[in-house]
């Protein structure tokens, strides 16, 4: 059985961004870039799948500039086996990734593909589930647990409400949530042998999508900023200026 | 223009983000229908038919629909969805499972998490963590939006809209559901709470929440963490705020044994008070409070519980 891990490169969770001063968007030059959080907690997943000898192979896919090609190391690092780059770079939105994935999926055939279920620089939270729909696959989004059965996985999902468990016929999406595992930090030798693991790069065109952007982005602003507050020495004075200046309690 | 929300609900309760969304359709303009698609819900549909502005509601009332499952739902949602303007839903679990597959089955862009509405194709979203807002413009037939529901008031009741009846469009079968582990609190629903009090990795176990709790109670607050206490296990994962939990805004947000992560801070710093309680005066979290006590919550909990 083989896996499909999508990985995007983004902005360091713990850098702060720059907004460009022209408003066009986040400077991105010459600031430190990593996987996608949830697409490491996705890799993760497979892998242990792959160890639990429930899997074969598990292939690693990025789509965006060259840059990606790291992120691909680091997925084969973590214990993929071999990495597709789907070089643009034009600016990719969750519709063009499903679509190229999907042409992925029709090449490849893995049974499951599991990716992160947002990139924290967009925050769109969108591709797993157009990739699912334009497979025709079911899918189990914000997962915290999957356990693979006989032609079907069963997923644990973090909903509102608590936790719900759902069924899917594979072939089938997964998108992972913070909790579903902890991913390993990849160890120096199988840094050293993931150089020389296959990384394969071809085009958008050469899949046949067209990734022209769908939204345009008219602008990029700061949030409106928080007034500093003060600090108070007490709690019978906290709960004088919640009563009497803030008025909330 | 006639713009399509999904409702959200529990085939018995019509939940309240339903009324934002409804808000932020007024704002797109256009003639506004509410679709409920359940199982046994047509209390659920009576109750939208009141929220003022909506002009019809749907009910598709079949067990495919009874647990939200995103397949037969975006599958419905495809085939009805085609003839409006604008295809809405609250950015909870279900609408942001279910939209983005109804947008690449209508091969349609999907707009993720709006805060606000500039026009009928214009919106603005929050980015990385809300560190930047982005305006963003579609251009495609249908605009399908999920909507962050603390940036819209709700809506009023006053309405008499009628409630038509809809069939079914089957099941693709490719899902089922297994179970639900909900977690009951007589509390109110974190993201509607006039006040919200959060613990985080301070707190040191599930046990030491009783004291948020007894505050909670006196407050007639809801209770919500940070990651750091929902991976602890000190309290579930639904009670989770910040940029991959829940988004919050309510009234009063207090933030204690909480250091202030940007991932944090994005699902609340849009309350409109702030207070946090904190042993460490360095922590983040003080650069967005209004009132900040710097002391060991150990101390501070019990004594704020007795002065309410
Ligand atoms: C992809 C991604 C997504 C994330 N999403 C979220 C999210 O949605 N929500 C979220 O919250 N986090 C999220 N995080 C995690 C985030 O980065 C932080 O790790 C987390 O918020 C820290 O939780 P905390 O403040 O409770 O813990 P810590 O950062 O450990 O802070 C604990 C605080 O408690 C204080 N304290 C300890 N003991 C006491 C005491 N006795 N009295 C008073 N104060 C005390 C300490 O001074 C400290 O400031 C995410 C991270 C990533 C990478």
Known sequence: ?249 | MTILILAEHDNAILKPATLNTVTAAAKIGGDIHVLVAGKGAQGVAEAASKIVGVSKVLLVDDAAYEHALAEPLAAFLVEIGRNYSHILAPATSVGKNVLPRVAALLDVAAVSDITGVVSEDIFERPIYAGNAIATVQSRDGVKVVTVRTTAFEAAGPGGSAPVETVSATGNPGLSSFVSAELSKSERPELTSARIVISGGRGMQSGDNFHLLEAIADKLGAAVGASRAAVDAGFVPNDYQVGQTGKIVAPELYIAVGISGAIQHLAGMKDSKVIVAINKDEEAAIFQVADYGLVTDLFKALPELAEAL
């Open chain 1, 1 to 249: 059985m083989k896996i499909l891990v999508p990985v995007k490169r983004v902005i360091d969770y713990n850098v702060k961004i720059l907004l460009k001063a022209d408003g066009t968007g986040v400077e991105t030059a010459n600031v430190k870039m990593s996987m996608n959080p949830f697409d490491e907690i996705a890799v993760e997943e497979a892998v242990r799948l792959k160890e639990a000898g429930k899997a074969t192979e598990i292939v690693a896919v990025s789509v965006g500039p060259s840059g990606c090609q790291e992120t691909l190391r680091t997925a084969l690092a973590m214990g993929a086996d071999r990495a597709i780059l789907v070089q643009t770079d034009t600016e990719t939105q969750p519709l063009a990734v499903a679509k190229i994935l999907k042409a992925l999926v029709d090449k490849e055939g893995p049974t499951l593909v599991i990716l992160g279920k947002q990139a924290i620089d967009d925050d769109c939270n969108q591709t797993g589930q157009m990739l699912a729909a334009l497979l025709g696959w079911g899918q189990g989004t914000f997962a915290s647990d999957v356990a693979l059965g006989d032609g079907s996985v069963t997923v644990i999902r973090e909903i509102d409400g608590g936790l719900e468990t759902v069924e899917l016929k594979l072939p089938a999406i997964v998108t992972a949530d913070l909790r579903l595992n902890e991913p390993r930090y990849a160890s120096l030798p199988n840094i050293m042998k993931a150089k020389k693991k296959p990384l394969e790069t071809v085009t958008p065109a050469a899949l046949g999508v067209d990734v022209a952007p769908r939204l345009t982005t008219l602008k990029v602003v700061e949030p409106a900023k928080r007034k500093a507050g003060v600090k108070v020495p007490d709690v019978a004075t906290l709960v004088d200026k919640l009563k009497n200046e803030a008025r909330v309690i």
